[in-house]
């Protein structure tokens, strides 16, 4: 019964790296609207979190955007061979940005970015068939980043700084498919850490061989994530000494993969910009998930992960119709780092197809409205967890995935 308390974990790890069962791009309107490229798309303040080196070239004073999204999601699982379906109960995630640069002269510019890549809910209905892996789990993070922009040359510039990361994580599953207290309530643990912090960086560096053609990359660095005396909570346990479970604390780490992102622009006319960006994060890093138990009598335990470096390619185009709104959409294909075996619902994650678009509605020149739209779609998979064990023998959870998300967005843009 004890090994069960460490698959409860995996849960923390899929919340922090995944946001509740997929994890997309939403940091910032406009680059969203272009499929999310921007490594090398010079337009407003959004450059702090994809390519500080560009906020360099930004022609005004001080640049500011910030905004919003809504992510509605929906995850269905079912088991044919059993006739079993389920399907998600999560509430609408809301995750923002804000963005702000300041040229302090002509070749450097300071800035500040606060935005949340991972923070969503899901909730899978009470005992369902998986209840036993997980039954919901909540996660709020907050990234806040110092930047500075610097010119080298007309046209090459350098930028970065550091990341902070605080955040907070619950995550709720059944101790295993049976367990139950005298009043048939099924036996749970809740697994709650608040306070978790880290620190990171990023170094990105932007060229401009011509007037029209621009080319960018990024690097994000490794995070580990370290939560440190967290609480588990059981609840619902059977008054038996084959459940000897009690309330405890826990430490485990967990690292957030690096990543790259190297991308173009391309002004076709005027009005016409064409954008591509190619994503590496560095998953492999994450190959298992240790834990440390405060309770003696709970052995620490390393679970196995084994992801793999994963690849996101995107394409965008934006359109300048007028003095008054401007255009745009866009594509990517994103592949999922879980590998076969390893499918748990917490983090149902396979391979997904983007497709946004949006608009700028300039009220004035210094002032912009931007709104975009996402259409998420993952690749339908039948797959499996292999790891999880009861009664000491091996309990395949096993089932087909599907997975889909609608994500609109405002924000806005001034500049001074």
Known sequence: MKKLVFLTLFGL????????????GLQGQRRLAMGH?????????????????????????????FGASAVFSDVV?????????????????????AYISYRATDWLTLGLAAYTPYGSSVEWPTDWSGSHLVNDIDLQAIYVQA????KISEKFSVGGGPIYVNGSVNFNRNLNRTLSDIDGNRANVTVDASG???????????????????????????????????????S???????????????????????ELSIGASYELTEQWLLAFDYNRAFWDVY?????????????????????????????????????????????????????SGYFAPETPRNDAHGFTAGLSVNITDKLSIDASFLY????????????????????????????????PGLGVTFKI
């Open 77 to 97: 699982w079912q088991n044919d061979e059993f006739g079993q379906m389920s399907r998600t109960d999560s509430s609408i995630g809301t995750p923002f940005y």
């Open 196 to 234: 978790v912090h880290a620190w990171g960086w990023s170094l990105g560096a932007m060229y401009n061989p011509t007037d029209k053609l621009r080319i960018g990359a990024n690097y994000r660095s490794e995070i580990i994530v370290e939560a440190e005396e967290g609480d588990a909570d059981f």
């Open 287 to 339: 190959q298992s998930l240790d834990i440390d138990f405060e309770d003696p009598t709970i052995p620490d335990s390393e679970n196995p992960r084994n992801y793999k470096d994963a690849n996101t390619y995107r394409f965008g185009v934006q359109y300048i119709a007028n003095d008054m709104f401007t255009l745009r959409a866009g594509y990517y294909f994103d592949e999922s780092p879980v590998q």
């Open 37 to 65: 490229t921007g490594v090398a798309v010079v337009d407003n303040a959004e450059l702090a979190f994809f390519n500080p080196a560009g906020l360099v070239y930004l022609e005004d004073n001080i640049n500011v955007a």
């Open 13 to 24: 790890a899929a919340a922090m790296t995944y946001a509740g069962g997929y994890r997309v």
């Open 147 to 150: 930047l500075a922009s610097v």
């Open 236 to 258: 619902n346990i059977p008054n038996s000494p084959l459940a000897p479970f009690n309330d405890t604390r826990f430490d485990a780490s967990l690292p957030l993969p690096a």
């Open 376 to 407: 998420n779609r993952f690749k339908e998979v039948d797959e499996s967890y292999n790891y999880y064990m009861e009664n000491g023998e091996n309990v395949p959870f096993e089932g087909t995935y599907k997975t889909v998300a609608f994500v």
